[in-house]
């Protein structure tokens, strides 16, 4: 087994008197707490006052509905037990769940099931301590909708019934392992998939049985669980005898999960059996697999030749990126910048994101500048940001594509960029922005213009107040306006109200600059 | 919401659409009346990955904003593989994504796909509105998947993306749009007999998977004979624009082939008593209500205040709603939601 420290469990195999909750599951069920705690403070509406805290008349009403249906739910006749849980069940209110709770243990399984649907139908209702436990009692009943909706819901329920405890009562426990080996598979799979949450300490035989479970979605469920749980060399030694001739999901996930563990030399045979198959995808993932596990050079060419082709799935993609991170980090850059044009987008988000990351100088400017006019938003925007990271250091060729880039709130970043480097080269480049299509680029790269008294800014000042756009040009005499105390200022303004008599804006200018 | 994430296996029923069909599917990609200028864009922007052979159908999904944040991420792909392998046509799974209608991308696929929540702004410019136009009466087809909201889920966005609630009005979003865009054009409800249900496959997947307490509901009431609450908007005698509640939540798989969102049922049930019980249960959400198929309105009454609790029918009858989430269920409800979608693909192409 790995160090089983590693991955807190809820709960021994066997109950042990020494036994205590991992501090994490503590961690968790606080976390819990404040969860609903604050769920219950944002809808409200989902957790219904009780009666003592409704109007008189809609107390009465409430009331006299649960009187009614409590009556029913005592009579004989099973049917009219039915649809009298089926309606306390709507209410949370103590009589209504006392009576529901009840119904759980009733003779008929009809009632019973009622009842479970009832407690489990509102996924944001709470359940008590009381009510979990009743619930979990039921994992074992002869019903198999019982089983299969008490198994489907049993994170939650567990949740429930183990409240503050320390560890749940052993019959409940041995309930619940039993369950894994249920006859009915649907219980099975909802079992194996509620173990992602429980974590129960299942030992290596059952998780083999599992691996090897006749239905394919138990397996498939069992498999990254058992891959977490069980020693690499259990783990492929369960899966071996699986493999042939099955599904090619299920080699190709086995691939996956044999690149995520640790190489054995059994794995590694497993891997290379695989690398044969017919399938594309599982022999690529193989190879993939192989690769995270022994990074080997001629492997790396050739997994790269096949990513710039866009001959991997973007999944496997992801795992191949994954495992450049083992390389040394020249090895990896260089790997990662052969990738910054391959066609999945997300793929190529995380491939820039990881270079990006990794880089601590200027990269080539081939491999750069396309980022800026990825598709992607994303990509551009991390683009920008390492940029004005280095802005002080950029060439000319850089910021030109900045400020000529389709997109425009690349093009906005230059304003970022501008306060960052020297004032001749931010004049330009503010000036460019100054000739932008974008409005409001204009107006910011103007008020940074005048704002840093940058490059022939009185010039640009008397051109933005004759600009056809009238925006620009409010926003002009407002940017000076706010600097009158400045002479040149008050000189710009003065001149355009003498020779412009006729503006709408010299009025402006005038009231404030009599 | 619960963080299960309950599954299944892929059942393989491998069914193949006559090799016939093919070029016919195939050539409703394209625009003959293209330039060879805009052939060239479309290539570089549609080109189909290597492990896509060339020529495979490619359609096009609508996306505004952050593509990572979006509803239902996987789904569209997962029907688009199904579409592939149940009926051996060529596809790429990786829809073509555009932010807004005049993208000329889609001057190259026949079909556009929006979830109404993964866009957010609905209010078309010209520019947009007249390229919708365009595209429609050229001859693609518009789905939007939760363009029908019943009235109650309409406060959040994410309502109605977590309940498929059967109603037979547009939303008004949608409806002041396509006033805009097609004006004295209206949404009609699709008859329960229309070809597109049985496009591909009609009728319902075998019910004996359900628990037998909701089966008879599932197959005579909740979609009958397969069929589905939607509406569509006629152009120039073609079902040009196609709503329905939300339907993604049941497409999308995980790498391994298992269904990746729970799906639970809202069933209406009676039982002995129980009708006389609900005429005067006291409830403390709201009550809407919610036109039906035939005109006539069901009167549903909360409990709490967007939980549908029970319903008084047209017909007098008092029926109380249960949600089952169940494994079973989940099977049952993305087989169907698939099948529905592979017969929304199937009918695009080829009517």
Known sequence: ?514 | MTSFRPITILHLLFVCLPFALLPALLKAQGDPGADPATEKTAASTASSPSYAPPGTLRIAQMLQGDTRSRYYPGALESLLLALEEKLAIPVDERPITVSRFDDEALQHTPFLYANFADRTDWDLDSAERDALRNFLRRGGLLYIDAGINAEFLRAETSHGQRHSYASWEPDPVIQKLFAEVFPGQSFRPLPRAHPLFRSWRGGLPDPQTLPESIRQYIVDEKWPQGSYSMLGLEIEGRLAVLLSPIIAMGWARTELGLWANPIGFRVRESAEGLDAQLRDAAYSGVRYEVPREDGRVDIVYCQPDTMPAWVQEPDGRWRIFRYYTTQEVSDYAHIFYTQLGLNILTYALIQ
């Not at chain 1, 840093?452 to 000042?461: F, I, K, P, T, V």
């Open chain 1, 1 to 514: 087994m790995k160090d089983s420290k590693h991955f807190p469990r809820f709960f021994p195999l066997a109950p042990s008197p020494s036994f205590k909750f991992p501090g994490s599951v503590t961690v968790l069920l606080a976390l819990g707490l404040l969860l609903g705690s604050s769920l219950q403070a944002q809808w409200p509406d989902f957790f219904p006052e009780r009666s003592s805290n409704l109007p008189p008349e809609d107390a009465r009403k409430l009331a006299e509905t649960i009187e009614r249906a409590l009556h029913e739910a005592a009579s004989e006749d099973p049917a009219r037990r039915v649809g009298a849980i089926m309606l306390l069940g709507k209410y949370n209110t103590p009589e209504a769940t006392a009576a529901v709770l009840e119904a759980l243990s009733d003779t008929n399984p009809q009632v019973r099931r009622a009842a479970a649907v009832s407690f489990l139908e509102d996924v944001t209702r709470s359940l008590e301590t009381s009510t979990g436990s009743a619930l979990l009692a039921r994992i074992g009943d002869e019903d198999v909708e019982i089983r299969r909706t008490i198994s489907f819901h049993l994170p939650r329920i567990l949740r429930a019934a183990i409240d503050n405890r320390s560890r749940l009562p052993a019959n409940f426990l041995f309930g619940l392992l039993q369950a894994f080996a249920d006859p009915d598979v649907s219980v099975r799979r909802n079992m194996v998939a509620a173990q992602a949450q429980i974590n129960l300490n299942l030992p290596p035989s059952l998780w083999t049985l599992l691996l090897r479970d006749t239905d394919a979605e138990v397996a498939a469920r069992a498999l990254p669980l058992a891959a977490r749980d069980l020693d690499s060399r259990d783990f492929a030694e369960a899966l071996a005898p699986t493999l042939k001739g099955s599904d090619p999901r299920w080699q190709r996930a086995v691939a996956v999960e044999l690149g995520n563990s640790f190489s054995t030399p059994r794995s590694l045979e497993i891997l290379r059996q695989l690398a044969q198959s017919d399938h594309p995808l599982v022999a690529k993932e193989a190879f993939v697999a192989t690769f995270r596990l022994t990074p080997e050079t001629h492997a790396l060419a050739n997994l790269l030749d096949q990513a710039r082709n866009n001959d991997l799935h973007p999944d496997t993609l992801r795992r191949f990126v994954n495992g450049l991170l083992a390389l040394e980090t020249d090895q990896c850059l260089r790997a990662l910048q052969q990738l910054l044009a391959v066609r999945d987008p997300q793929a190529r988000e995380e491939i820039v994101s990881t270079w990006l990351s990794l880089l601590e100088k200027l990269p080539q400017e081939s491999a750069f500048l396309p980022l800026l006019q990825d598709d992607s938003r994303m990509i551009r925007m991390r683009a920008v940001n390492f940029l004005i990271q280095f802005a002080s250091e950029l060439p000319e060729s850089w910021i030109h594509a900045v400020a000529r880039n389709p997109h425009a709130e690349v093009r906005r970043t230059g304003l970022t960029i501008a306060a960052r480097i020297d004032p001749g080269r931010a004049f330009d480049l503010l000036l460019e922005l100054f000739l932008d299509p974008d409005d409001s680029l204009r107006r910011a790269a103007f008020s940074a213009i005048l704002n840093q008294r940058l490059g022939d800014w009185e010039s640009l000042a008397r051109d933005a107040l004759l600009d056809p756009d009238d925006s620009l040009r409010t926003h002009a005499v407002h940017r000076l306006l706010a600097q009158k105390g400045n002479p040149q200022v008050r000189t710009i303004l003065s001149g355009f109200a003498r020779e412009n008599p006729s503006d709408p804006l010299v009025p402006i200018i005038r009231a404030q600059l009599p």
